[in-house]
């Protein structure tokens, strides 16, 4: 089971990871924007500022977004290979059981045929 967790993880690893450094690098511009005020502008921005603090704060929107997907994605691999694991268990055991039992009944009638 673990290691069909880990095969799920790496599918989305790399982009999980891609899109934590964007929205990291977005939060730091969006915070050095927001730190480029002058001392006499407490609440008021400029308008290019408030335009370009709007700008990263959808991207930031927009990759938390992808970011959810992704790993709601890779929840659902997850599921989805528990699913067929537990499958297999179910079935695999019961079918060895019995190819188990036809090869020792065929052994037993080929005995009983020979005496």
Do not use: H
Not at 94 to 115: D, E, Q
Request: with cysteine; glycine share 2%; aromatic share 6%.
């Amino acid at each position: 089971m673990l290691e069909l967790q880990r095969q799920a993880q790496a599918r989305w690893l790399a982009k999980e990871q891609e899109l934590a450094r964007q929205a990291d690098e977005t939060n730091k511009k969006l915070r050095e924007l927001e730190q480029q005020k002058d001392p006499s502008q407490k609440v008021l921005l400029s308008p290019q500022q408030e335009k370009e603090i709007a700008k990263f704060r959808e991207k930031r929107r927009r990759i938390n977004k992808e970011l959810r997907q992704v790993r709601k994605n890779l929840r659902a691999d997850i599921e989805a290979l528990g699913f067929r694991l537990k499958v297999i268990n179910i079935f695999a055991m019961p079918l060895c059981v019995s190819i188990a039992g036809l090869i020792f009944a065929f052994y037993r009638k080929r005995r009983m045929r020979r005496k």
